[in-house]
């Protein structure tokens, strides 16, 4: 597999999944994709949308976004999700989903608000942002964070909450506001195996 990506954005998810479930892929640094030039070509080619994480899987196929390369992983390693039947298994789909749905497009308009609102730019990223932090506040209360979002299983979700946390309003806000959020980053990055996608991605120095 070839997972299309940039250190630190989104597809540093993708990679601390496909590294738990143990399945070898190759990492293409396209940074610079948001801009015309050869990167953006090169992502272009494989995903119109020009979207970062972008995996071309063994077989030639294209997949792309978090959430369906997650189920992918799920499908090889259901050890990544909580058991089905239990009372764990609806939240963790609902979570999953629910981050995709809800938080991802707070950066979608904010990283780039002069193409959405080019008369406020500024004010539409303030907004996103307090929506961002208000959609994080109401997560927190919905974890358990001993160690992980679920308890003691490592799942897919912690995945996206360590890489998440780096993210804006960063990990100084996230400590102070949002403690079982950086409690579970934290037992993240404290896994061996996770270590060199950690660093890879600037999560871990």
Request: proline share 9%.
């Amino acid at each position: 597999m070839i997972l299309y990506g940039v250190p630190g954005w989104g597809s540093a998810i993708s990679e601390l999944m496909l590294t738990l479930a143990d399945i070898p892929y190759q990492f293409i640094n396209v940074d610079g994709f948001d801009k015309p030039g050869p990167q953006r070509d090169l992502l272009e080619k494989r995903n119109p949308l020009c979207q970062v994480p972008t995996l071309e899987l063994s077989n030639g196929e294209i997949m792309s976004e978090t959430g369906a390369i997650a189920l992918m992983v799920l499908d090889r390693c259901p050890d990544l999700a909580p058991p089905i039947g239990c009372v764990e298994r609806q939240q963790f789909q609902r979570l999953l989903v629910w981050l995709v749905a809800n938080v991802y497009p707070t950066f979608t308009y904010a990283d780039y608000p002069e193409r959405w609102a080019p008369d406020a730019p500024e004010q539409l990223q303030q907004n996103c942002m307090a929506w961002r932090k208000t959609l994080y506040l109401w997560l927190d209360n919905h974890l358990k964070a001993s160690p992980f979002a679920f308890g003691e299983q490592l799942t897919l979700i912690d995945c996206y909450l360590c890489v998440m946390r780096t993210w804006g309003p960063g990990p100084v806000w996230f400590a102070e506001n949002t403690p079982k959020i950086a409690a579970i980053a934290d037992s993240v990055c404290q896994l061996p195996k996770l270590h060199k996608v950690l660093k890879g991605n600037d999560i871990l120095c």
